[in-house]
């Protein structure tokens, strides 16, 4: 990959802060999305602009049950409020409700080489993973640079798995700017400290491998999944190693130094099993989320707020996504949008 350099100080644009960050509606949203990417999104919302949209568009390359893809899409823009989302400080909304960007990254395409797609990584997990190689698969950097770019937006935070996307945005992004001047600025990345949760199995969490805790279980199957954890086979009597325990790793992200002293103490105790720890783990996860599974019950049942917020997030993301396909469009030679589309703000 040509890539080019990714770091703050190297972004040569001067533009004011503009967050921006998407996630898909491919299931229900686990530990892992909620360190890797939500909580981050919801706290970048006090320290400048941000967008952040659901991508159900790129989810249309793994969801094919139309209620199924309607239903996440709603589930996940209940999540993000729920954890705090404020839609006062955000612009938040569905992907689709800017259709733009699909005319962005089909003029993205045009100066995009074949090469850059095919070395891809994301692709060839997912045909490994047994997703069909679709074109939308293959395309799916394309939309995701259009995703960025037609906001102008200068951070995306994203977590690790996302940063060959925004190198090649950033490739795209200057292959425009060279062909028709500069109209975008190069987007940084942002990764965050809680850029890998593993899961159950000590892998990745993912929806992919099973192997999730999600945000919003509990209860019983909440209580079951904690208990599920995999450990390894130190026997009762013997101190145990929390740095080398799934259990622990995940305890750490809801806890502070001194709750971690206190636990790996435990763990050095003879006497003290994983089925102690993982009960521990449950109570502290249990009450972390549960004002927020408070807010989402209340919120599934004011479906009209979420549908509110979502249809004003979209107007506004589309008024200024159409703001830049006007200057796009005047510098590709393609005649200006056509008068009905253009918001008259
Ligand atoms: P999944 O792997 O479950 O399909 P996605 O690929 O839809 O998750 O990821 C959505 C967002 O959550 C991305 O920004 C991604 O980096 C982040 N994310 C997903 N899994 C993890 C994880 N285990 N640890 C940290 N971040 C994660
Ligand atoms: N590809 C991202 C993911 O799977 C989702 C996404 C789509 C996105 N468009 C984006 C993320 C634009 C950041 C910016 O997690």
């Known amino acids: 990959m040509k890539g080019t350099p990714m770091t703050d100080s190297q972004n040569e644009n001067k533009r004011p802060t503009r967050f921006l960050s998407g996630v898909q509606p491919s299931g229900k949203l686990h530990l892992g999305n909620y360190f890797g990417a939500l909580k981050q999104h919801?706290?970048?919302?006090?320290?400048?602009?941000a967008f952040y949209f659901i991508a159900n568009y790129h989810a249309m390359t793994t969801v094919q049950d139309r209620d199924l893809l309607a239903e996440q899409t709603l589930a996940v823009a209940m999540d993000y409020l729920a954890l705090g989302l404020d839609p006062e400080k955000a612009v938040f909304f569905r992907q689709s409700d800017v259709p733009e960007v699909n005319e962005l990254a089909w003029m993205l395409s045009a100066v995009t080489g074949k090469g850059l797609l095919d070395r891809a990584t994301s692709f060839k997990d997912k045909v490994a993973r047994g997703i069909t190689p679709s074109m939308g698969l293959y395309y799916?950097?394309?939309?995701?640079?259009?995703?960025?770019?037609?906001?102008?937006s200068t951070v995306v935070p994203v977590g690790e798995d996302q940063v060959q996307h925004l190198e090649m945005t950033r490739d795209m992004a200057l292959a425009f700017n060279n062909a028709y001047g500069e109209i975008f600025p190069l987007p940084t990345v942002r990764l965050d400290a809680g850029a890998k949760v593993p899961g159950l199995d000590g892998q990745k969490m993912?929806?992919?491998?099973d192997n999730t805790i999600e945000i919003f279980e509990e209860g019983k199957r909440l209580r079951k999944r904690v208990m599920s954890i995999v450990t390894d086979s130190t026997p009762l009597e013997e101190p145990k190693d929390p740095d080398a325990c799934n259990v622990f790793s995940l305890y750490q992200l809801f806890s502070d130094e001194a709750e971690q002293e206190e636990l790996r103490e435990k763990y050095?105790?003879?006497g003290f099993g994983y089925g102690n720890a993982k009960q521990i783990l449950f109570e502290k996860l249990d009450a972390y989320f549960a004002p927020y599974r408070e807010e989402r019950k209340r919120?599934?049942?004011d479906l009209g707020y979420v549908e509110g917020v979502?249809?004003?997030?979209?107007?506004r993301a589309r008024a200024e996504a159409?703001?830049?396909?006007?200057?796009?469009?005047?510098?590709?030679?393609?005649?200006?949008?056509?008068?009905?589309?253009?918001?008259?703000?």
Do not use: C, F, H, W
């Open 322 to 345: 159409q703001k830049t396909m006007r200057l796009v469009r005047e510098a590709a030679g393609i005649p200006g949008m056509p008068v009905s589309a253009v918001e008259t703000t």
């Open 140 to 152: 799916y950097p394309m939309l995701m640079a259009a995703d960025i770019l037609i906001y102008r």
């Open 42 to 49: 919801i706290a970048l919302q006090d320290e400048a602009e």
């Open 310 to 315: 979502l249809a004003e997030g979209g107007a």
């Open 206 to 209: 993912s929806k992919s491998y």
């Open 268 to 270: 050095r105790t003879p």
């Open 299 to 301: 919120l599934e049942n």
